[in-house]
C-alpha cells in the first residue's frame, strides 16, 4: 500500500515537469526575433599620434590695410553726393561736389589782379630800359606780378578742394552726409576701404606676445570660410594696452580669400611642439552632449566616446577614447548603429 502510494506521488511530479516544459517551450516559441543589421560599406582610417605644434588661439577682426574717412577740404554746402554705400571706385572719381561760387568769385577776382600785375610789370620793364623808372618802382611791380600769380594759384587749389575724390580704388563703406548738408573741416562726409587688402587685427596676451616675430606666418579660420588662411604678421604694437595687458598685432591676409572687413576670425599663436592623436573631423558624430567614433572591430562598427580636443585643419584631436592603432570610420559615420556589421573598402 506505501509503495503505490510513493509511485502516485512519483507520477504526479513528472507530469508537472512535462507540463512545465511545455509552458515555457511555447513561451519561447513566441518570442520576436532579434532585429538584423544590413551590412554597411565604410571607410576607415588607421588612428596614430601626430606631431604638432601647440599653439593659444586668440581672436580678431578683419579689417582692411587701407581704409579712409573723407572730409572736405574747404568749407561749402554740398551740391551733389555721388558716393553710395557698396558701390567700387576708382581713384580720382567724384565722390561730392561742394557750391562753390565764393571761390569761383575769388579766382575771378585774383585773375583780374593777375592780368593788372602783368600789364604794370610789362609798362615799368619798358621804362626801366629807357631809364624812365627807378629799379624800386620796377622791383615793387614784380613783387605785385608773384603775389597776384600767387593769389591766383591759391583760388585754383582752393576751386579744387571742392571736388571731393576718392583718394584710392575701394569701395564706399558708409555716407555720412547728403546734398544740402553743410560740408567743413573735421566733418568726415564718406567712409572708404580697400577690400582687396586685408589684415586681421588681434590683441595678443603679453604672456605670449614673445614668440610673435614680424615676418613670420600664422594660420587664421574665420567661421562659415573653409580651411585656414595663412597670415603674415606685419606690425607689433610696441606698448601694451594697460587695461587689457595685449599688444595690438596686425596679420596680412592673403589677396582673394573672399573675407570682408568687420568678420570675427581667430589667430593660432605657435607655443610648443606635441604629441596627439588624431582623426579626420569627419569620423566625429554628435549625438545630444555625446561625441564619438566608430571603430571596425572583427568586421563590426563599435561605438566609442570619445573627447575631442582642438581642431588642426580637417583632423580633430582626441585627448581620450581612442587608442593608437584602431581603424575608425570616417565617411557615413553618423548612419551607422551600435554592432552593426561593416564592409571596409579598400
Not at 577740404?73 to 558701390?87: F, T, Y
Not at 583780374?112 to 610789370?121: F, I, P, R, V
Not at 624800386?136 to 585754383?156: G, I, L, Y
Amino acid at each position: 500500500m506505501n509503495n503505490m502510494k510513493l509511485l502516485n506521488q512519483a507520477i504526479l511530479a513528472l507530469s508537472l515537469v512535462v507540463t512545465l516544459a511545455a509552458g515555457c517551450t511555447r513561451h519561447d516559441e513566441y518570442k520576436s526575433p532579434a532585429p538584423v543589421l544590413p551590412t554597411a560599406s565604410v571607410r576607415v582610417q588607421t588612428v596614430e599620434a601626430k606631431k604638432h605644434v601647440a599653439s593659444e588661439e586668440t581672436v580678431g577682426t578683419v579689417r582692411a590695410k587701407l581704409q579712409a574717412r573723407i572730409e572736405a577740404k574747404v568749407p561749402g554746402r554740398i551740391q551733389e553726393m555721388r558716393a553710395v554705400p557698396g558701390q567700387s571706385v576708382k581713384a580720382g572719381e567724384l565722390l561730392a561736389r561742394l557750391d562753390a561760387r565764393e571761390i569761383r568769385a575769388q579766382l575771378d577776382r585774383a585773375l583780374a589782379m593777375q592780368q593788372q600785375s602783368a600789364g604794370d610789370l610789362k609798362r615799368f620793364t619798358a621804362l626801366l630800359q629807357r631809364a624812365a623808372a627807378t629799379q624800386a618802382e620796377f622791383d615793387a611791380a614784380q613783387a605785385r606780378a608773384r603775389v597776384s600769380d600767387a593769389a591766383v594759384m591759391e583760388a585754383q587749389t582752393m576751386l579744387g578742394y571742392a571736388e571731393i575724390v576718392a583718394p584710392f580704388d575701394g569701395v564706399v563703406t558708409r555716407k555720412l552726409a547728403g546734398v544740402g548738408d553743410q560740408a567743413a573741416p573735421g566733418k568726415p562726409l564718406v567712409e572708404l576701404e580697400d577690400p582687396a587688402h586685408l589684415r586681421l587685427e588681434a590683441d595678443i596676451p603679453e604672456g605670449i606676445i614673445g614668440v610673435v616675430r614680424l615676418g613670420a606666418t600664422m594660420p587664421v579660420r574665420v567661421p562659415n570660410m573653409a580651411g585656414e588662411f595663412q597670415a603674415t604678421v606685419s606690425e607689433i604694437a610696441p606698448t601694451a594696452d594697460p587695461n587689457s595687458r595685449t599688444f595690438r598685432v596686425k596679420l596680412d591676409l592673403p589677396p582673394g580669400s573672399g573675407l570682408r572687413a568687420g568678420q570675427f576670425g581667430r589667430v593660432a599663436v605657435p607655443l610648443k611642439e606635441t604629441t596627439a592623436l588624431r582623426v579626420p573631423a569627419s569620423a566625429v558624430v554628435r549625438r545630444g552632449q555625446l561625441q564619438m567614433v566608430f571603430a571596425v572591430v572583427d568586421k563590426h562598427a563599435v561605438m566609442r566616446l570619445v573627447k575631442p580636443g582642438k581642431r588642426i585643419g580637417d583632423e580633430l584631436e582626441i585627448a581620450s577614447g581612442l587608442s593608437p592603432g584602431e581603424n575608425v570610420v570616417i565617411e557615413n559615420a553618423a548612419s551607422l548603429v551600435d554592432g552593426q556589421p561593416v564592409d571596409v573598402e579598400p
